[in-house]
């Protein structure tokens, strides 16, 4: 059985999605992040991404990790596009041009798109307690997510997915990235072509599912 290595409120939401849109079974055990908690290496901490049986296993120190067999991966993105290609049918890619497009895409997400956006995740507080050198930060962030986002929304206006003519691992692995600066109205407002594709995608049943798993999870 395949072993998900995270806590849903992590980027393992990723490959649970992805494991969730394909009907596959797996075991899930919640390493924690270590910033998360107080002391990460109290002798009582759970289980988390500084302990030294998960460093065993990945000793970069990040979730999430997959385990499939004898294969222990670690990389989000490495992840969900070897559950799409192995198990995932038409989440994953039919040729190598496809498989190569999903890749360009989802490296696009991952460099252009995921810094910025984890910025705003990260800093973002809707009302007053905002300050202002947060707000600056954010600003920065918005205006180089624009260019990414336009390139997006002129192939979002002319395709309905991100690769061929079906949802995939492309559409999933950048809508993940993108739901990190969702929730920063302003920068939405140029690109409707993205938050209607952005809306679909979080529609869909598998999305839920895990989204309605990770809200059980504490904050
Ligand atoms: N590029 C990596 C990033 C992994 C990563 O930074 N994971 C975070 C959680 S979402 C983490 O494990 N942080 C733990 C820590 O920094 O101790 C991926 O996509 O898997």
Not at 28 to 49: F, H, K, M
Not at 72 to 100: H, I, M, V, W
Request: proline share 7%.
């Amino acid at each position: 059985m395949l072993t998900i290595h995270g806590v849903t409120r992590s980027r393992a939401s990723r490959l649970i999605w992805l494991c969730h849109e394909a009907g596959l079974d797996f075991r899930q055990v919640p390493v924690i992040q270590a910033y998360r908690l107080g002391d990460a290496e109290a002798p009582d901490a759970p289980l988390n991404t500084r302990s030294p049986e998960f460093l065993a296993l990945s000793p970069a120190g990040a979730i999430p990790v997959l385990q499939d067999g004898d294969l222990t991966l670690s990389e989000s993105f490495a992840c969900t596009q070897y559950l799409a290609r192995k198990y995932g049918k038409d989440l994953g890619p039919r040729n190598e041009a496809e498989e190569a497009l999903m890749l360009q895409w989802s490296f696009y997400a991952a460099t252009m798109i995921e810094p910025d956006a984890l910025t705003i995740l990260f800093l973002h507080k809707p009302g007053p307690n905002q300050s202002g050198e947060d707000q600056a930060l954010i600003a920065n962030a918005a205006e180089r997510l624009v260019r990414p986002l336009k390139v997006l929304e002129d192939h979002l206006c002319a395709h309905q997915f991100i690769v061929s003519d079906r949802f995939t691992v492309a559409d999933l692995n950048t809508a993940e990235v993108l739901r990190y600066a969702q929730g920063f109205g302003p920068l939405w407002e140029a690109f409707p072509a993205v938050k209607g594709w952005l809306t679909a995608c979080q529609d869909r049943p598998a999305f839920r599912k895990m989204w309605q798993e990770r809200l059980q999870e504490p904050e």
